[in-house]
């Protein structure tokens, strides 16, 4: 390889490092990792059968919608959209409370 194809190799992965260790060091990097953890922790699906469809849902479903502060999960998208048009309908096989 060329020396200064090395150099600037070397250079980048020397910054790349350090960027790397600032940002853990950072009190506000860290803060916003703890909040995002907890965002997540709390974001859990309050049912374990879709309201659309009876399919079964788990936690990490990527079909999800926060309704009255509670997180819905379902089987699959048409199903988010099915509840997203008839909120109503659905809510009765949840038996959610406000809050």
């Known amino acids: 390889m060329n020396k200064t194809?090395?150099?600037v190799m070397t250079v980048a992965l020397i910054v790349f490092t350090?960027?790397?260790f600032a940002?853990?060091?950072c009190p506000f990097h860290a803060a916003a990792s703890q909040k995002a953890k907890e965002a997540v922790a709390s974001?859990?699906?309050?049912n374990?059968?879709?309201?659309?469809?009876?399919g079964k849902v788990s936690n990490d479903t990527p079909y999800r919608v926060t309704y009255k502060g509670k997180t819905?999960?379902?089987?699959?998208?048409?199903?988010v959209d099915a509840f997203k048009a008839d909120t109503e309908k659905y809510e009765k096989?949840?038996?959610?409370e406000e809050g």
């Open 43 to 46: 974001d859990e699906v309050i």
């Open 72 to 79: 819905i999960g379902f089987c699959c998208a048409g199903c």
């Open 48 to 54: 374990d059968t879709c309201p659309v469809m009876g």
């Open 23 to 25: 940002m853990a060091a």
């Open 93 to 96: 096989k949840l038996n959610i």
């Open 18 to 20: 350090s960027a790397s």
């Open 5 to 7: 194809l090395i150099v």
